[in-house]
């Protein structure tokens, strides 16, 4: 269960005291995700999201909050962060920035292509909406990243996948840079969609974005969204999902031609982070973990297979 911070009653009443959004009446850990606590918050007028940041530094958050506030009235699927009546995001709970968002209604789905398609077409949305957003901040896990973890990673890496890793930046470093670009998700996989009866009900966990390629964010898309039993992505389901997002916001030649390689840096970026994590948290059950294999046995088909057809 990933909750690093235990929350009393008395903690959430006392956060709930500088909002008008109701009187406490439960609250209960979220058995979910690797970089933060949260908790569901129920008050007698409507359900919330409590989230304790646990890494990152108050000077960093007004950037995902304001983005989240900007989609959220843009009326993309992205939950309303609250302010507090003194109209700040912000909240401190045992010496850690908090926050309280909209309680979407829905669940996680595994992915199909009708929830894929349905995805493109909101990402597109979102895309539309970040080229309006004035907020400024780099992708923390691009190229440079990437680049950055062939120094402190490479080296600890056995033969094989030393090799696999020099053989994938080759790829990355032929990639055009200069392609259309602003605020990306950059980690839209299915366990951060929601969708109830009605459809896509919400976009969660923004925490990773930040300014990059807008290619890089359908990529990223396409290595969970368009993959076919064995886990691998599929050209028809990826052509499926590109054809979706383009019907809110057509691609430029040179964004489609990039994808394939743009798929590759996802993958190697999903596979770096995923190994580190397990390194980092090997034996913690408290923290929920993600397999670095299955990335990199798309990293590897990728290369030897590139996808095609775009």
Not at 35 to 60: A, G
Not at 129 to 146: A, D, N, P
Not at 285 to 297: E, I, L, S
């Amino acid at each position: 269960m990933s909750v690093f911070t235990e929350l009393s009653r008395e903690d959430i009443e006392s956060l709930l005291g500088a909002y008008t959004l109701g009187h406490y009446a439960g609250h209960q850990g979220i058995s979910a995700g690797t970089e933060n606590t949260n908790y569901f918050v129920d008050t007698d007028l409507s359900q919330f999201v409590l989230t304790v940041f646990e890494k990152h530094r108050p000077d960093e958050l007004p950037f995902f909050l304001a983005l989240g506030e900007h989609l959220h009235d843009a009326h993309c699927a992205v939950p309303q962060p609250f302010r507090t009546a003194d109209g700040e995001f912000l909240m401190q709970v045992h010496g850690k920035p908090a926050v309280l968002f909209e309680r979407v209604t829905g669940k996680h789905h595994q992915p199909s292509p009708d929830h894929a398609a349905t995805v493109a077409g909101a990402l597109g949305k979102i895309h539309q909406s970040t080229g309006l957003f004035s907020g400024q901040r780099l992708h923390s896990h691009g190229i440079g990243w990437i680049r950055e973890r062939q120094h402190d990673l490479a080296p600890e890496l056995n033969a094989n996948d030393a090799t696999l890793f020099d053989a994938a930046l080759v790829r990355l470093e032929a990639i055009d840079r200069g392609l259309p670009q602003g605020v990306i998700h950059a980690d839209l996989f299915h366990d951060n969609a929601l969708f109830d009866d009605n459809g896509l009900a919400g976009i969660i966990d923004w925490y990773f974005a930040g300014t990059d390629l807008y290619a890089l964010d359908i990529a990223t898309c396409l290595i969970d969204w368009c993959l076919d039993a064995k886990g691998l992505p599929d050209p028809a389901q990826v052509r499926n999902f590109v054809d979706h997002y383009e019907q809110t916001r057509p691609l430029k030649p040179g964004e489609r031609a990039a994808i394939p390689d743009l798929t590759i840096q996802a993958a190697t970026r999903f596979w770096l982070s995923r190994e580190l994590a397990l390194r980092a948290h090997s034996g913690d059950g408290n923290v929920t973990q993600k397999d670095p294999n299955q990335m990199k046995r798309i990293v590897s088909h990728l290369l030897q297979n590139p996808l095609s057809g775009l």
